[in-house]
């Protein structure tokens, strides 16, 4: 059994466990909110005393969420499939549990890099009994793939119920069956023709590029950005999306788009991050940015009384501001990194303040991961660990540590080709601090920079929070293993069968957060034919006393924005490690 401490729980909150109806333990103020019962069966119910709480078991050791699968459906005469994929939660209803927001994938979900139709990308809403609360369909005017789609999800408000927010189009469906913008407008390249204005059939683009290369781009037509109602899936307001894919409007030809963003067919336009910030340290903002590779545009919205309207637009393109092009990441992250009270937003290799202008730029250039926490307990504030691709830019540094507040470079390591993959977090407990290591160096770091022997875990993907103590264990894929720090090796502590994990060799959970129990991380993973959810959670007893993870703004706001472009995974404004 385990149960969440609160940040509003008072201090040294005692807790009472009942089964069936009988005390079985008291929990002492300084005591963890976790508890073996060794009598306990798969028909025992659980309360506590403190809570108007209930429980009861997992059987088989998760929790099973139905899922209701889509149709098959065809594009351009092509046959697809959905998948579930990523997922994110909210208190839709304001009944203080989490409800579990899943995005359906068709199978000819398509990159940026790549031409050709895809299916439309499904969002549905669903309680964690799995009962499906509503269904919105994006339509044929929102490309699928990993750089289209980020929904937020978040008490934009204050009602205490949560809303979802992302970019939508013409023919966008939303829970309630209503269109937004025009129902019959489809804005798709077609095969074999050029229908951009400037251009009248050319067989050859502009570049060399063959006009089939736009086939099942959307390269035209209106954008919006839509906050969708997390009870019934309506849409509440909807404004046009900033920037448009040009300033002098929402129809740019080809060499428009090739000299505004570095190309002339959607690979830099329409690769989008989206988050949520506190930009006045008090009401949430919606972060909806396009563009990272060479132009940079963060646009934050508020959400009040109803309306969207935007707060600031930052353009690495408005004079003064060039230094800040092409340090944009595949995700972002939010912290307070200057100690004012407000949110920033963390770009990449670039911080926007949070009045909207530019805080510092690295110069680094793009990345494909990116982890922002209090890392090195011993340094003031937060810092920044990155990995970098463009080598001329970042200086032939493969990865590196930042000071967050102003970006000075802290340690790095070398590298003479891209770096794809790394992480920081805490798995060795002799040294102090996170452990930093990258997929294209065979040594382990320290927060220092010093090399510790023995080389690093096979993996650089995500970390979770799941055994007992503090360190945190690895998470690739579907498997959580634990490091080994006196063998150098791992320990597999689960690998579920019948599951799978989301976006190919990126490989990540459709969650990773701690939703349930106490301050330990949940597993959301689909099955292997996406006619369920499961939600794992650790069965392993604790003695830490920690208060949920999710009443820490930094980790909060890291769950919402983890479906983000290349998932990343949430930490913490604190350092959570060993003591």
């Given at each position: ?105 068709p ?27 509503w ?27 949560a ?93 428009q ?26 009401k ?35 004079p ?6 092409g ?6 992250s ?5 100690g ?11 911080v ?49 540590m ?5 970006g ?35 040594e ?34 579907k ?36 939703i349930l ?12 034919d ?5 939600i ?13 993870l ?5 980790y ?13 995974p ?10």
């Amino acid at each position: 059994m385990s149960w969440r401490l609160l940040a509003t729980d008072g201090k040294g909150a005692r807790f009472t466990l009942y089964r069936d109806g009988k005390a079985i333990a008291k929990i002492g103020g300084a005591q963890a909110t976790s508890y073996l019962d060794k009598t306990g069966t798969a028909t025992s119910r659980y309360a506590l005393a403190a809570r108007d709480a209930g429980a009861v078991t997992w059987t088989n050791g998760y929790l099973s969420i139905p899922l209701d699968k889509p149709a098959d459906g065809r594009a351009d005469g092509e046959a697809y499939s959905y998948s579930a994929n990523d997922a994110s939660v909210g208190d839709l209803d304001g009944d203080g549990r989490y409800e579990l927001i899943v995005k359906w994938y068709p199978s000819i979900a398509k990159d940026n890099a790549f031409s050709g139709y895809t299916g439309a990308t499904l969002i549905d809403a669903y309680t964690l009994e799995g009962k499906k609360l509503w269904r919105i369909n994006l339509g044929p005017n929102i490309r699928s793939g990993a750089h289209y789609t980020q929904f937020m999800v978040y008490d934009l408000d204050g009602d205490g119920k949560a809303e979802i927010a992302m970019k939508t189009a013409d023919g966008t469906v939303d829970g309630a069956n209503r269109m937004i913008g025009d129902p019959h407008a489809n804005w798709t390249s077609r095969d074999g023709e050029v229908d951009i204005q400037d251009r009248t059939g050319a067989k050859v683009l502009p570049d060399g590029r063959k006009v089939s290369e736009l086939k099942g781009r959307i390269l035209k037509g209106p954008e919006y950005l839509t906050v969708f109602d997390g009870m019934t899936g309506r849409a509440l307001a909807t404004a046009p999306y900033a920037p448009a894919r040009d300033p002098s409007g929402d129809n740019p030809g080809y060499d428009q788009m090739k000299a505004t963003w570095g190309d002339g067919y959607g690979n830099r336009s329409e690769r989008y991050l989206a988050g949520v910030a506190y930009l006045d340290g008090h009401k949430p903002n919606l972060i909806f940015g396009r563009g990272y590779y060479a132009r940079s545009t963060v646009a934050a919205w508020d959400y009040r009384n109803g309306k969207l309207s935007m707060r600031w637009l930052f353009d690495s393109a408005t004079p003064g501001n060039e230094k800040y092009g092409g340090n944009g990441n595949h995700q972002l992250s939010i912290a307070d990194v200057d100690g004012d009270g407000r949110d920033e937003v963390f770009y990449g290799s670039m911080v926007i303040d949070d009045n909207g202008k530019g805080l510092w730029s690295s110069g680094l250039g793009h990345g494909d991961a990116m982890h922002l926490s209090d890392l090195d307990p011993t340094h003031p504030g937060l810092e920044k660990f990155g990995v970098h691709e463009v080598m001329r830019m970042s200086g032939n540094r493969g990865a590196a540590m930042l000071d967050a507040r102003t970006g000075a470079i802290l340690w790095s390591t070398p590298a003479d080709k891209d770096t794809g993959r790394g992480i920081a977090i805490d798995i060795d407990p002799r040294h102090p601090g996170a452990e930093a290591w990258a997929s294209n160096s065979r040594e382990l770091y320290d927060v220092k920079g010093n090399v510790i022997p023995g080389g690093h875990p096979r993996a650089a993907n995500f970390g979770i929070w799941w055994d007992g103590d503090r360190l945190r264990e690895l998470l690739d894929g579907k498997k959580i293993t634990k490091w080994d720090w006196n063998t150098a090796s791992e320990q597999v502590l689960l690998d579920p069968a019948g599951v799978v994990s989301n976006n190919g060799t990126k490989a990540n959970p459709s969650l990773s957060a701690d939703i349930l129990g106490d301050w330990r991380e949940e597993l959301v993973v689909p099955s292997a034919d996406s006619s369920e959810m499961r939600i794992y959670t650790t069965p392993i007893p604790t003695g830490e006393r920690i208060v949920t993870l999710m009443h820490d703004p930094v980790y909060r706001l890291g769950v919402a924005w983890q479906n983000t472009a290349y998932n990343q995974p949430p930490h913490t404004s604190y350092f959570l490690g060993a003591k």
